[in-house]
């Protein structure tokens, strides 16, 4: 079986939601070795504008200069998964199964107008990215709607669309969380910094102030991965 995964542009630093797609399929590739699984990043998306020389900088450093640029996830020595920068639309027509995640990604696959089981991976509302209107419109492509949380499970149901199934985001083993929950420190709060500002988490810090004020016992704890943190 040929499974194609359909990403954004390639990245060479963590990302989230990039993290959580190699994860499923390093597994999925670990458990079904006769399968192969193609990831394809194309660097011209819906709803982003067209940067001709900027793609051709990427599509040849990517693809020749850096083309271990999935490098910060551990593949380990799995012979059957592939990287693609470039829409390469024959190996998107001659796969099984197609996996498509951002919204940029999906409605690049539905412009492509092939027939093809797809599964929708759906892990947040992006209405940053595009209109609300074409988002919700998504839902309604046919897909199999998988999602991570049951927020956004509740966002589709309320949008009229049916939800495949819903898988939640798991704790990342280098966490190493071992302790039953009734027994951790209930004084306790952890939370993932991030610079972008739609993730709230200025308005986070500032909460937490206000916290250590009325409850200064309370331990904070932080992660981040290669983002400045705020010094106040």
């Known amino acids: ?25 390093k597994l999925y590739a670990l458990s079904n070795k006769a399968s192969k699984v193609n990831f394809i990043y194309p660097l011209s998306l819906p709803f982003k504008k067209r940067r001709v020389l900027l793609n051709i900088f990427k599509y040849l450093y990517f693809n020749y200069i850096k083309s271990n640029f999935y490098n910060w996830f551990d593949f380990g020595d799995i012979s059957t998964i592939k990287h693609s920068v470039g829409s390469n639309i024959k190996l998107i027509q001659n796969s099984d199964l197609i996996i498509v995640t951002a919204i940029r990604t999906v409605l690049f696959f539905k412009q492509l107008k092939i027939d093809k089981p797809t599964i929708y991976l759906i892990q947040h509302y992006e209405d940053w990215n595009i209109p609300i209107k074409n988002l919700v419109e998504s839902y309604h492509f046919g897909y199999r709607n998988v999602v991570v949380s049951s927020w956004l499970q509740n966002i589709l149901k309320n949008n009229n669309s049916n939800v495949s199934l819903l898988i939640p985001n798991p704790v990342d083993d280098l966490f190493d969380i071992t302790t039953p929950f009734l027994e951790r420190n209930s004084k306790s709060i952890f939370f993932l910094f991030h610079q972008v500002k739609w993730k ?12 250590l004020s009325k409850f200064p016992q309370t331990k904070i704890s932080v992660s981040y991965t290669h983002l400045t943190l705020p010094t106040t």
């Open 1 to 25: 079986m040929n499974v194609t995964v359909i990403l954004p542009p390639p990245v060479d630093k963590p990302v989230g939601g990039y993290k959580i797609v190699y994860n499923y399929m």
């Open 200 to 211: 709230g988490c200025k308005e986070l810090i500032e909460s937490l102030k206000i916290v």
